[in-house]
């Protein structure tokens, strides 16, 4: 049995959904302390023994347990009402990866989350979050109307 068939067939199997269920509730307890600004809860879902790597949108990658945990600290000052939606999860034995759309009231992000069972329990090793294109034409149709009241224009790369 090749992986393209087999690691499917084990994504789908029974015994995966309890796990894909746990992943899940890890990836909402997540955007619970992001809307919240609670850092506690922050800290105590990433990962403590797998390097940490985190891309916020616009900023370089960070590695590093600290200046991941530093990020969200300064971010969580001023929480936003984030929350999560179409969440895909996939279970590979003791990794999990969510997909899923970040909801922010100036726009939507397509996020990825990925977690590692540490001590019994999912744990976040990465989160990379980016604009989605449709948001951004959305943005481009409201500019197009606010340069037709005002003659000016917006120069873009």
């Known amino acids: 049995m090749d992986c393209a068939t087999g690691c499917y067939a084990a994504l789908m199997s029974e015994p995966s959904r309890p796990a894909a269920d ?3 509730r890890a990836n909402r ?7 919240s600004g609670d850092y506690v809860a922050m800290d105590r879902l990433w990962s403590e023994h797998a390097e940490s790597t985190c891309v916020h949108p616009g ?5 590093g347990r600290d200046r991941v945990m530093a990020s969200w ?8 009402p984030v929350r999560s939606r179409d969440e895909v999860a996939t279970v590979l034995g003791e990794v999990g990866v969510i ?6 009231p100036e ?12 001590q ?3 744990r976040m090793l990465h989160h990379q979050a980016g604009l989605i294109a449709r948001s951004l034409e959305r943005d481009d149709e409201r500019d197009d109307e606010s340069e037709d ?9």
Not at 59 to 63: H, T
Not at 73 to 80: E, F, M, S
């Open 73 to 80: 600290r300064g971010i969580l000052r001023r929480p936003l």
């Open 29 to 35: 307890d997540f955007y619970r302390a992001f809307a």
């Open 149 to 157: 009241e005002s003659g000016g224009g917006r120069l873009l790369n």
């Open 99 to 104: 997909v899923c759309v970040e909801v922010l």
């Open 59 to 63: 900023w370089e990658a960070l590695r």
């Open 107 to 118: 726009g939507e992000l397509a996020a990825t989350n990925v977690f590692v069972v540490e």
């Open 22 to 24: 746990e992943l899940l």
């Open 120 to 122: 019994g329990r999912w």
